[in-house]
């Protein structure tokens, strides 16, 4: 069965801190990996998208890393600003022939960033 | 890049009425789109999958009758909450994928928060 793991659940850093938020995944056949922001009350939106072959990819203050061996991605948040206060989601997607997709998607991490 | 439209953004209705929620791709052919439900505080909830040109296909626990979806063209997708009750009050989420440039990327639309008098 798809599954995909986030951790921690939920996270307080103070203003200007680091953090790193964690997936891990059993998913397969493995297309690729999304990490998306989703503030309160609205869609969300995408991050990074990184395939099998990609090990790290970034964006702006945001780097997100893929282990496709051990099925682990992680996003790291550098230096963090108030409003990357939302839940951060990564979505796993497999695909399932005929150009359909089937995604797993994980609980989140509900990052508060506090001054 | 890609950009979905969902609309309307906010919807009240009566008990029992139905409403519909459209979901566009405006810059490009959305081969799947996706609908999701989302209470306050919860993780967003798959609810079907739906492929251009084919029914949808629902998730576990997802009554097809009540929640009637539609994608009859590569750039629309709608969503038909029939005969709404309060417990149907969500926040209803879209996303597409499909081809073109940046298509592949799944994009969400902004929501439609619909509250059920």
């Known amino acids: 069965k798809n599954q995909v793991e986030q951790s921690p659940q939920s996270l307080i850093i103070l203003e200007g801190k680091n953090c790193t938020l964690q997936c891990n995944y059993t998913v397969s056949p493995f297309s690729n990996l999304r990490w998306y922001k989703q503030d309160t009350g609205r869609g969300p939106v995408s991050l990074t998208i990184m395939t099998f072959s990609e090990n790290t990819k970034s964006n702006g203050r945001y780097t997100a890393t893929l282990d496709a061996d051990t099925k682990q991605s992680s996003l790291h948040i550098t230096a963090s600003q108030l409003s990357d206060s939302a839940s951060y989601i990564c979505v796993v997607s497999a695909k399932s022939g005929a150009g359909s997709y089937q995604l797993t998607f994980g609980k989140g991490t509900k990052l508060s960033v506090i001054p | 890049g890609a950009v979905v439209s969902q609309h309307p953004s906010r919807v009240i209705c009566k008990s029992g009425t139905s409403v519909k929620i459209e979901c566009r791709s405006l810059?490009?052919?959305?081969?799947?789109m996706f609908w999701y439900r989302q209470f306050p505080k919860k993780s967003l909830m798959l609810m079907a999958t739906s492929n251009e040109g084919s029914k949808a296909t629902y998730e576990q626990g997802v009554e097809k009758d009540k929640f009637l979806i539609n994608h009859a063209s590569l750039t629309l997708s709608t969503l038909t909450v029939t005969s709404a009750h309060p417990e149907d009050s969500s926040f209803y989420i879209c996303?597409?994928?499909?081809?073109?440039?940046?298509?592949?990327?799944?994009?969400f639309g902004a929501g439609s928060r619909l509250t059920v008098l």
């Open positions: 996303s597409a994928i499909g081809q073109g440039s940046g298509a592949n990327v799944l994009t």
């Open positions: 810059d490009f052919q959305a081969t799947t």
